[in-house]
């Protein structure tokens, strides 16, 4: 081969990437050729690729436990969880995806975005901290690994308990940030029991300082979620037996919101971090519409994985088996914002969360960990 053809050619795909699942993401996170859901399922088109089980309720038969809830959410109460999930949740005490780099202001950042504060109000926390080491846990820098944690036991999470696994160091390249800057940047705000990234587990030591007990679900949020579960005809489903106790006794103490702008992707993944792998996990889709892909529980597998497109106000609820399956979003639809979520009628208080949805999508999801109280105090105590 000619060096200029050894130098120039394409390296060879990994086999653990050249997989059904990674090729579907690759299809749907192309935009060099115009986008194609014919293949996904779309409930306004209310094809066969999925059961009807009730009214707005979908399950899949290659994916016992997923329930898609399509415009479970109306348009008011779309409207009050995006407020919360901008305006009231990223602030103390829930932790954000900015914390760990930048001082952020006991109010949050809302307020700053949504005046158009051009001031600086995110101050990078290495100006004024003194450096730390890099933990033991934290990968080097390079090539992305695939993220492969094993499940969560209780001992495990004890053996965390013990170790106090300090945070990542904050950056010292990062720059002042203004309101604006700063919301743009956001990408997660944890909510209930803390979730340590580095560890990919729950760090329940973590506490709400004006109460010392646990970091609480915000009730709306936990609202919506029982009753999605509760709203279920489970009796029609491949899990009716375990979700009986699902209707009496679901408890959600942990969650994360995502916010996606429109070129972001969330790579499959699975979730592992709850000790009870069954309980359902419930998501919900708020702004611009997206293409949820959900596989098996083999990131290998030569099943097709199923893509749903989701729209603003939908819920997806994994549950059963299916809480072990790879699951992602690797498309956010552009220009998909419904009209009731923009400013049409020119509504001033409105106007900054409608700015902000332009180019953006928000997901909450919620979980049970699957612990008792008894079990969550004793981790609190080691």
């Not at 394409?10 to 115009?34: A, N, V």
């Not at 202001?105 to 990078?124: I, M, R, S």
């Not at 499940?151 to 010292?172: M, V």
Request: proline share 10%; glycine share 4%; hydrophobic share 30%.
């Amino acid at each position: 081969m000619p060096l200029s053809k050894q130098r120039f050619a394409r390296p060879p795909t990994p086999p653990d990437t050249d997989t059904t699942l990674r090729r579907s993401e690759r299809f749907y996170k192309r935009k060099d050729i115009p986008l194609d859901l014919s293949d996904a399922f779309d409930w306004l088109r209310d094809d066969s690729s999925a059961v009807k089980i009730g009214d707005k309720c979908y399950t899949f038969e290659n994916h016992p436990g997923l329930v898609y809830l399509p415009n479970y959410l109306n348009e008011h109460d779309q409207k009050r969880m995006i407020k919360l999930s901008l305006r009231d949740i990223p602030a103390p005490p829930n932790r954000n995806s900015l914390d760990a780099h930048y001082k952020i202001p006991t109010e949050g950042l809302w307020h700053h975005y949504a005046a158009n504060t051009k001031t600086d109000v995110a101050v990078p926390r290495a100006a004024t901290e003194p450096p730390r080491e890099m933990p033991s846990y934290y990968a080097p820098s390079g090539e992305r690994p695939l993220i492969n944690n094993q499940p969560s036991t209780f001992e495990a999470l004890k053996q965390i308990a013990r170790e106090h696994n300090p945070e990542i160091p904050p950056s010292p390249t990062v720059k002042p940030l203004n309101g604006e800057r700063a919301m743009y940047k956001l990408r997660w705000t944890n909510i209930g029991h803390y979730y340590h990234w580095g560890l990919k587990q729950y760090d329940f030591s973590v506490r709400d300082p004006q109460t010392a007990g646990p970091i609480a679900i915000p009730q709306p949020v936990a609202q919506v979620c029982k009753g999605a579960v509760e709203a279920i005809p489970w009796q029609r489903t491949c899990v009716a037996e375990a979700a009986e106790e699902w209707k009496k006794g679901y408890k959600p103490d942990a969650g994360i919101i995502n916010y996606y702008n429109l070129n972001d992707t969330l790579m499959a993944h699975v979730d592992r971090s709850e000790v009870t792998s069954s309980l359902p996990l419930v998501s919900i889709s708020l702004g611009h519409s997206a293409v949820f892909l959900i596989g098996d529980d083999e990131r290998e597998s030569i099943s097709p994985p199923t893509p749903i497109v989701l729209r603003s106000g939908d819920v997806v609820v994994m549950s059963g088996p299916t809480r072990r399956s790879y699951h992602g979003v690797p498309r956010i639809l552009e220009r998909s914002l419904p009209p009731h979520l923009q400013n049409e009628q020119e509504d001033d208080e409105w106007e900054p969360f409608a700015r902000y949805l332009s180019t953006a999508r928000i997901n909450v999801n919620v979980r049970q960990t699957g612990l008792s109280d008894q079990q969550i105090a004793e981790l609190v105590s080691v």
